[in-house]
């Protein structure tokens, strides 16, 4: 098609480091760009992508998501020393600050949002912003595991704002729980937040009890978050998305690879280019991947390299790993069921909403209201 896929990156993240001994903090490095940009540059991925400047997030832009307090608070910290930087990062957990963070994280919030713009419009198929400091983590008032801003949070209300998006699929694929983006949405049906994480019973970080799989969102969003938390490691890449979003975003995270510092986990690099192709038959292909996690710098930028070439339409690897899922992720599903059942009067009637995903290419939005989307999704990742 003409549409080509978006490729959204600016240097300049690369430029803030973490500036004092920090064991946590320290895998978080500018390299984590470099070499994932270099990998795409090196492959002739990059030249086959269509280069999307970057912008910085404008105040009210990243009010839609944090408050007043906090982006004052944070825009001090470019003239502050290296004592009031380590005393001003003090008050929040697993991050860092540098005088030039700021102006990086209104630049990630910016390069989703003009990664949205480019889809939403048409004007691009589908795409992938690398951006740092990362953003899932990061709350209304609080900087949380290296986020500052949360990036995704920002361009999901970003594209209601402007575009009057009705309804908005985050699926967060990072080994973390993405609490802020939780957090952000959990009241709210018109953005579905679906996460996958290592959890180990509330022994992994950031160890939260709502990111257990009966936390499923509250008031009238409740159903419209859905935790599956993996408690044993292993290679749970199983899960298909049927849902009929108008925009799907996607949290990015690389740390469930081979060899992550962070993760532990085992998931192949070929694993996101299956989970990226099952994206893409939703939203008419409105596919935005915005980076998250990802600090084996190995391992990421080939994830980066196996996303960056689904997204252009190249043919998926075979799957190096074809076990079926662990009985510890089957428990898990068990549990992510009997949680959203309250919610669902149709997830009694398993055979006659499950469907494949080649199926769900057929069946348009009219067909479905949004309670038996919702079945819809959430059963199809549970019968699995």
Request: glycine share 8%; aromatic share 8%.
């Amino acid at each position: 098609s003409e549409m080509g896929t978006a490729l959204v990156y600016d240097e300049e993240m690369t430029r803030y480091k973490l500036l004092w001994v920090d064991p946590t903090c320290k895998i978080e490095v500018p390299e984590r760009l470099t070499v994932s940009h270099e990998a795409l540059v090196g492959s002739g991925l990059a030249d086959r992508c269509v280069s999307i400047p970057v912008r910085e997030a404008t105040d009210a832009e990243i009010l839609l998501v944090h408050s007043e307090e906090y982006l004052e608070a944070v825009k001090r910290t470019p003239h502050m020393s290296l004592e009031d930087l380590m005393e001003f990062t003090l008050q929040y957990g697993d991050v860092y600050f540098h005088p030039n963070i700021y102006h990086c994280a209104r630049l990630a919030a910016g390069a989703a949002m003009q990664l949205v713009d480019g889809v939403v419009m048409g004007k691009m198929k589908n795409g992938m912003a690398l951006v740092r400091p990362p953003g899932h983590h990061s709350q209304r008032s609080a900087a949380n595991g290296f986020c500052v801003f949360n990036n995704v949070a920002i361009a999901a209300r970003y594209a209601q704002q402007k575009y009057n998006i009705k309804r908005v699929l985050i699926v967060d694929w990072d080994v973390h729980h993405g609490q802020g983006v939780q957090y952000c949405f959990e009241d709210d049906p018109s953005v579905l937040y679906f996460s996958w994480h290592r959890y180990e019973h509330q022994k992994f970080w950031p160890n939260l009890r709502e990111s257990d799989y009966d936390s499923v969102g509250k008031e009238g969003g409740a159903g419209f978050t859905i935790n599956v938390p993996w408690n044993k490691v292993s290679n749970a890449s199983n899960v298909i998305h049927a849902f009929c979003p108008e925009l799907v975003l996607v949290c990015a995270g690389f740390d469930s690879a081979i060899g992550d510092p962070e993760g532990e986990m085992c998931a192949t690099p070929d694993v996101f280019a299956h989970l990226t192709h099952l994206l893409m038959n939703l939203a008419g292909g409105k596919l935005c991947v915005v980076l998250e996690g990802g600090y084996n710098l190995t391992s990421l930028p080939q994830s980066v390299c196996h996303t960056v070439h689904t997204l252009l339409g190249d043919p998926i690897p075979r799957p190096v790993n074809l076990s079926g899922p662990c009985t510890s992720a089957l428990e898990s599903l068990q549990c992510v069921r009997s949680a959203h059942k309250p919610y669902w009067s149709c997830l009694g009637h398993k055979p006659c909403l499950y469907f494949s995903a080649r199926e769900s290419q057929n069946i348009t939005r009219s067909h479905w209201s949004m309670g038996q989307v919702r079945a819809k999704i959430i059963l199809t990742c549970l019968l699995l």
